[in-house]
């Protein structure tokens, strides 16, 4: 795709510009995506632990 950025074509470079903008918005887009969902297991998993701890439930 960055080989099209220098092609002698307009179209083509206009073409790969947007193509790898969007390609870009989309790995950002899911790295956000994973980053949640880890954060949601961890606090689940934190969650489920404190259950069984009779320390953390001590009043």
């Known amino acids: 795709m960055t080989e099209w950025l220098e ?9 790969a ?4 903008a969007e390609l870009n918005l989309m790995i950002t887009s899911e790295q956000r995506r ?3 969902e880890r954060e949601i ?9 404190d259950k069984d ?7």
């Open 7 to 15: 092609d002698e074509r307009s179209e083509v470079q206009a073409f």
């Open 17 to 20: 510009k947007r193509h790898i």
């Open 34 to 36: 994973t980053e949640a």
């Open 41 to 49: 297991r961890n606090r689940n998993y934190d969650e489920e632990n």
């Open 53 to 59: 701890d009779p320390w953390t439930n001590y009043a």
